[in-house]
């Protein structure tokens, strides 16, 4: 059984992580990489297109993997 004061101490240290991992920076981030992948003509160079989904795929790691802490305190 978990504490008030353990769960309180656990969504601190979500907290901190997400300041540490700049999330919300992060998902700002991630949104104008995708949007770049919807621009005209972004698969005519397929070795940029995939070094930009390769990007985009690392980010979303990131918020995924927070995400996925983030709801198992919830």
């Known amino acids: 059984m978990i504490?008030?004061?353990?769960?309180?101490?656990?969504?601190?240290?979500?907290e901190a992580?997400?300041?540490y991992?700049?999330?919300?920076?992060k998902k700002i981030e991630l949104e104008e990489e995708q949007l770049r992948?919807?621009?005209?003509?972004?698969w005519d160079n397929a070795k940029e297109a995939e070094a930009q989904m390769k990007k985009v795929k690392d980010i979303e790691k990131w918020i995924v993997g927070?995400?996925?802490?983030?709801d198992a305190t919830e």
Do not use: C, H, M, S
């Open 66 to 70: 927070y995400k996925a802490v983030n």
């Open 21 to 25: 991992l700049q999330i919300d920076a």
């Open 3 to 14: 504490t008030a004061e353990q769960l309180k101490d656990i969504k601190d240290r979500v």
């Open 17 to 19: 992580l997400k300041r």
């Open 37 to 42: 992948t919807q621009a005209p003509g972004f």
